[in-house]
């Protein structure tokens, strides 16, 4: 069973294709208009082969089979043209296609084609498989701690140095599709490792990878921290906004999907206040406003800062004030 990923900018033609290539027992797992969005999806889930029309805009199709050919990238490639000028078949098989189809594909010669490249894929089974791998890494990646990240990454690349000799272009081609996906990853992130890669050798392009890899758990730790403050900052405006409420830590944390052990120790780590000492802070902050205002009684200020009983509101006051509510309002002269 092959996973075709069908390259055609007309969608009528691209739904007949793909109807005939199910019918056929085979998986679409792609479909694209153009070069530049199926090499976007190779990047994502690589199929076993590639159907693309030769034409596309100004000859993108043969530059796509050129592409895949010259990265060394384990996928079989197929070509529909309705052109049947011979420069452009020759140039598409020297590229590595299997064969050339002439549009209306009919779905005997279709059939043929892809039963060759079934025979195709074997060859290329190991490669795919590594791709296959590859794929789950990335995948998890956000779920991976750094260790793992690290390990998983290493085990990755060992198993592509596992190739023979004989298959140096297969590992090539792999080294070149890990740095696609890697680039890939990044710019979702808004992320960008400039060093080039260039090959001149397998331990170069290992250390590269490396590099890449450390580049990502250090911006992924970054990207993290910054969540988190951001998270822990929502939380203490809610708090600041809504200080009459008689919150808790445990409903403050729940509210904004964080641990009571872990917003406590976040929200020290970001205010230097404990949650109780933050809510209190504020509550004093607001309750020294008021009591400059002479036609508001004390307990009348304690229940509008939050304070349920004058006793407890005095008692804070002092702690954060150094002085009473009366003695800070004598202060003032009021």
């Not at 090959?199 to 910054?226: K, M, P, T, V």
């Not at 904004?256 to 809510?279: A, E, R």
Request: net charge neutral; with cysteine.
């Amino acid at each position: 069973m092959l996973h075709v990923l069908i390259v055609e900018p007309y969608t009528g033609k691209r739904a007949r294709i793909k109807k005939m290539v199910q019918e056929m027992g085979h998986i679409v797992v792609g479909e694209a208009r153009d070069r530049e969005e199926a090499l976007g999806l190779m990047e994502q889930g690589w199929p076993t082969l590639l159907l693309t029309d030769l034409m596309l805009p100004r000859l993108e199709g043969l530059a796509l089979v050129s592409q895949v050919y010259e990265q060394r990238i384990p996928v079989v490639t197929i070509v529909l043209s309705d052109c049947t000028r011979f420069d452009y078949v020759r140039q598409s098989m020297q590229a590595g296609a299997i064969d050339y189809l002439l549009k209306p594909v009919k779905a005997e010669e279709l059939r043929r084609a892809l039963q060759r490249a079934e025979e195709r894929v074997g060859y290329f089974h190991t490669a795919h498989r590594e791709f296959v791998q590859a794929q789950q890494f990335f995948e998890r990646l956000d779920l991976l701690q750094p260790g793992a990240v690290i390990q998983r990454h290493a085990e990755m690349i060992q198993s592509m140095q596992s190739f023979e000799e004989g298959q140096q272009g297969e590992r090539l081609g792999l080294f070149r599709m890990l740095y696609a996906k890697w680039h890939c990853v990044l710019r979702k992130r808004g992320l960008i490792f400039d060093e080039p890669f260039l090959w001149e050798g397998e331990e170069e392009a290992i250390a590269y990878f490396q590099r890449l890899c450390e580049f990502w758990i250090a911006q992924s730790a970054s990207s993290a921290d910054n969540g988190v403050k951001l998270n822990v900052k929502r939380a203490c405006d809610y708090i600041r906004e809504n200080y009459r409420s008689d919150h808790t830590l445990a409903e403050v944390s729940e509210r904004f999907g964080m641990s009571v052990s872990y917003f406590s120790v976040q929200i020290k780590k970001y205010t230097g206040y404990s949650f109780v000492n933050y809510l209190n802070r504020i509550r004093i902050e607001k309750a020294k406003e008021l009591l400059l205002q002479p036609n508001l009684k004390i307990y009348e200020v304690a229940g509008e800062v939050g304070y349920d009983t004058l006793q407890y509101f005095n008692k804070v006051f002092k702690q954060a004030v150094h002085m009473t509510p009366g003695e800070y309002r004598r202060r003032f002269g009021i």
